[in-house]
Every structure is written in structure tokens, then in C-alpha cells.
């Protein structure tokens, strides 16, 4: 009888010890509320509250919240890796970014570019110089649109490293003898260049010029960014088009990454004029956002913003200068993103839109920046949390035209008229020259006047040794604005006070 006693209070105390050690274990891996930093719970309850697809993310779930789990998901992982742990599948959100330090300014060397394979067995990378930001170091240098990069930083040009083209310190090569053969394009003669950025203003309108040719006046407007802050830039350009007496407009979104969706609003009331009042585009958030839905209508007005050391002065409303058109014409490219897209789709609901380039690169959804302001539902930054600097970027909303047409869930918008983009090597000068195929394919469908390849080669006069039976570029690599943060958006700003 005592030895069965005995042999209960051994099974008894080991059951006990073992049900005290695994509580001392479970307890030593739960790890208090308190160790979560701010900046996390912040990541977590602000993609919580506004992430577009925030129903379809298990750990974004709204009785995540509290447990065991979630406190050591927040605690065992930085704010990026904990932001990027929370996005939706990467081949349908490849737009959402955080930042860092909301203060930390980008610094330009004003050299905007695109990069594609070299040849036919896509390892190989080449540059192409889109265009240079005026009085930028990069101007400074000589750099021009049309010159084409093949290294970075001493290395041979690749997709992983072209990104270092947009570093504020890069060193590049530039080929000055440009071919492009049946297999690749080639190139000989390098000339180096040193860059260092600069606190860089760019006016996205970079060139608007009326052309005369075959009878028609045509409008080519360059535009690379849907920017409110300039507005009068953009209204004064349709002005001077207006003055001239253009039937016809060129709308040249190759380089343009997207931006204010008022401002493309203002745009397409700008391409026509006879719309005013009609819908538009429609903004859709997540289920916990309905009451921010909204339809954006044309408007015969546009707001002036001026930039004024660190704020924005409002300067009031202007007259828009609209052109009347009941068809455009728009090139593209694989960076040819998001409000440029809107604009593509909303336009096509009311007038034709011929478009002539390359697929465009495919991102229907926008954002607004999420500050750790929890009491404004994350959207003030004034009333931030000032222990840290951390901001969000999330996809907010999807967006669709007047007519709810179904975006393609994969891939871009597909164009009318494609250009092999191995034809702008060796051949692209300043904006508005006929040497640019796309601009002379948009002219040719215009004035019904065809240019062939010999006749825009003696327009352009450029390179003699330019063989223009090139192979076919099939790929986009992807250009400045593709690859950096915030480089394609599509924004707006939800009010403060929507909900009251």
C-alpha cells in the first residue's frame, strides 16, 4: 500500500510538474503587449482599418486582434518585414509600400529612364534615356533623351541593378555608337558619367508644342506625373494648344507613373470640355470605408496649387482650358501606370481613344499615406504618434470609369497600334521630332500620310550606322518609376471629416 501511494505521488507530482513546465514555456514564449513597439501596432491597425484587401489577409483579421498570436506575430518582426508579412498575394498587390521616415527628402540627378533586354536571351539589360529634367545634374552632364546606358556603378546593366540608376549617387556608362542587329541591340564607345542628386523640382509638363503636318494641327503634350501642385502649368499648356487652333492631340503618357486623381479628372475635362458634370471615374474602398466611396465628375474648374517652401498655398479656382475633342490619341509604355491608365479607361468611355506604344503597366488600384494617428482613423499627420516616423502607403481603394468596366486582373491595358520598342535605340531626339516612332505612327494615323522607316530615318539624320531590321523587344524591364516607391500611384485624400 505505501509503495502504491508512493508510485501515485510520483505519477501525480510528474503530471503536475509537467503541466507547470509547459505553462512555464508557453509563458516564456508570450510576449507581453508592452514589448510590441508602436510603430508595429501601428502597421497592424492602420492595414486593419484601411488595406483594400484586408477581408482576404488571415492575420489582418479583425479577431486576430489580442491573442497570443498576435502579439507575438507584432513582436518577432521589423515594421517592413511585418508591413510586407501583411500584404495580399505579391501577384496582385505589387504596390503597396512603407515608409521609413515621412521627412527623408529624395534627391534627384534628373535622369529619367527604361530599361529592356539587350538581346534575345533577355540576361542582358540596356538603358534607354527617356528624358532629362531640365538645368538637372544630369542635363548638366550632357545626358540626353535617347542615350543608351549599359552600365551602372562599373557593372554591366541587369534588371536587379538598373535600379541603382535612380541612386542620388551613380556612376553610368553611355554608349555613343548605337545598332541594333537581328539579335540584339549593340553597342560600342562608352563615355562615363558621375551623378549626384539635388533637391530637384520637375515640372511634369515637359513639352507641348502645336505640329503642322499634312494639312491637320495637332496638339503633343508630354506629361509624366499627374501633379496638383501644378495645375496652372498644365491648364496654361492646354491654353497656349487652344490659342493655336489644334483639332488633333497627341497625349504622351509614356513616362508618366500616375499621381492626383483630381488632377487626372482635370485632365480628361481638358482633352474635352463638352462633358462637365458627368461622372467620371468611381473610387471603391474596403468594406469598413463604404461611406468614402465617391464619383469624381468633369468639372469646368480646376484648383491652383502653389508650392511654397515646406506647404502648399491654395490660390483658388481657374476657368479650364478645354480643347473640345471627340477623339485622342495617347502613347504608352510599360511605365505608363495608374492615373495615366485611369485616364486611358475614363476617357474611352466617353470619346475614342487610340492608343499606340506597349501595354501599359497595370495597376487599377490607388492609396493615401496612413500616419499613426489612430484618433483620425490614421489620416492626419499632425496628430501622429511622434515616437517615430514610420508611414504607410497601402493600396486603399480600386477605381473604375463611368460605365464600371472590369480592369484587367492581370497584365495592362493593350494598345491599338504596337511599337516595337528595340526602334527607339539609336533613334529618339528631343521631344516632338519625327524620329520617335510612336509620335510618327500618331502622326502617320492622323494626317493619313505614312512615314516608313527610310523617310523618318532621313528626318531624324541622326546615327548612319542604325539598322533598322531590329529584333523584337518582348519585355519590359521597367523604368524609374516602376521601380521606386511611390513611383506609380494613383492618390487621393479622404477628409477628415467624410464620416460626420
Not at 542628386?197 to 509638363?205: A, C, H, K, S, T
Not at 492626383?260 to 473610387?283: D, H, K, N
Not at 469646368?300 to 485622342?328: C, E, F, H, W
Not at 493593350?414 to 520598342?421: H, L
Request: aromatic share 12%; hydrophobic share 35%.
Amino acid at each position: 500500500m505505501k509503495f502504491l501511494n508512493k508510485l501515485l505521488f510520483v505519477i501525480v507530482t510528474g503530471f503536475t510538474c509537467i503541466i507547470s513546465c509547459n505553462r512555464d514555456f508557453e509563458a516564456s514564449h508570450i510576449i507581453e503587449p508592452k514589448n510590441v513597439k508602436p510603430e508595429n501596432e501601428f502597421v497592424w491597425k492602420a492595414l486593419n482599418s484601411w488595406y483594400y484587401w484586408q477581408e482576404k489577409v488571415p492575420n489582418l483579421a479583425d479577431n486576430f486582434k489580442g491573442s497570443p498570436q498576435y502579439v507575438n506575430f507584432l513582436a518577432s518582426k521589423n515594421p517592413s518585414d511585418l508591413f510586407n508579412a501583411l500584404l495580399y498575394t505579391q501577384d496582385i498587390d505589387r504596390f503597396s509600400w512603407i515608409i521609413p521616415n515621412i521627412y527623408q527628402n529624395y534627391r534627384s540627378t534628373g535622369l529619367d529612364y527604361s530599361v529592356y533586354p539587350k538581346g534575345r536571351k533577355q540576361n542582358d539589360y540596356i538603358g534607354i534615356v527617356n528624358y532629362v529634367v531640365p538645368d538637372s545634374p544630369a542635363a548638366h552632364a550632357g545626358i540626353k533623351r535617347g542615350d543608351v546606358i549599359t552600365k551602372v556603378n562599373g557593372n554591366m546593366l541587369s534588371l536587379s541593378n538598373s535600379k541603382e540608376l535612380a541612386g542620388e549617387h551613380v556612376k553610368l556608362s553611355i554608349a555613343r555608337r548605337v545598332s541594333v542587329s537581328q539579335d540584339a541591340v549593340v553597342t560600342s564607345e562608352e563615355t562615363d558619367y558621375s551623378l549626384s542628386g539635388i533637391d530637384l523640382q520637375e515640372n511634369p509638363v515637359a513639352f507641348h508644342k502645336s505640329l503642322n503636318f499634312g494639312g491637320k494641327k495637332i496638339g503633343y503634350l508630354v506629361y509624366n506625373s499627374f501633379e496638383e501642385d501644378y495645375h496652372q502649368a498644365l491648364n496654361n499648356a492646354f491654353g497656349d494648344l487652344k490659342r493655336e487652333g489644334v483639332t488633333d492631340l497627341i497625349l504622351d503618357l509614356r513616362y508618366n507613373g500616375g499621381g492626383s486623381i483630381e488632377t487626372a479628372v482635370r485632365l480628361g475635362q481638358m482633352v474635352t470640355g463638352q462633358f462637365t458634370g458627368s461622372p467620371y471615374v468611381s473610387i471603391e474602398f474596403n468594406k469598413k470605408h463604404q461611406d468614402y466611396n465617391t464619383t469624381e465628375r468633369f468639372k469646368d474648374t480646376i484648383r491652383m496649387y502653389y508650392p511654397y517652401k515646406d506647404r502648399i498655398i491654395d490660390k483658388g479656382n481657374a476657368k479650364i482650358n478645354s480643347l473640345g475633342l471627340n477623339q485622342v490619341y495617347i502613347l504608352t509604355s510599360g511605365g505608363t501606370a495608374s492615373a495615366s491608365e485611369l485616364t486611358i479607361q475614363s476617357l474611352k468611355a466617353y470619346i475614342k481613344v487610340v492608343t499606340i506604344g506597349n501595354e501599359t503597366y497595370g495597376k487599377f488600384f490607388g492609396s493615401h499615406t496612413l500616419f499613426d494617428s489612430p484618433n483620425t482613423d490614421y489620416l492626419s499627420k499632425n496628430d501622429r504618434n511622434q515616437s517615430h516616423n514610420w508611414a504607410l502607403q497601402p493600396i486603399t481603394f480600386a477605381y473604375y470609369n463611368s460605365k464600371h468596366w472590369q480592369n484587367p486582373i492581370k497584365g495592362g491595358l493593350k494598345v491599338d497600334y504596337e511599337i516595337n520598342p528595340a526602334d527607339y535605340f539609336g533613334r529618339l531626339k528631343e521631344f516632338g521630332e519625327l524620329s520617335d516612332p510612336a509620335l510618327a505612327k500618331a502622326v502617320e494615323l492622323i494626317t493619313g500620310q505614312k512615314y516608313t522607316m527610310e523617310n523618318r530615318k532621313a528626318i531624324a539624320s541622326r546615327r548612319d550606322n542604325t539598322n533598322y531590321s531590329a529584333f523584337k523587344i518582348t519585355k519590359f524591364g521597367g523604368s524609374r518609376k516602376t521601380f521606386m516607391p511611390l513611383g506609380t500611384e494613383v492618390y487621393t485624400y479622404p477628409r477628415l471629416n467624410k464620416k460626420s
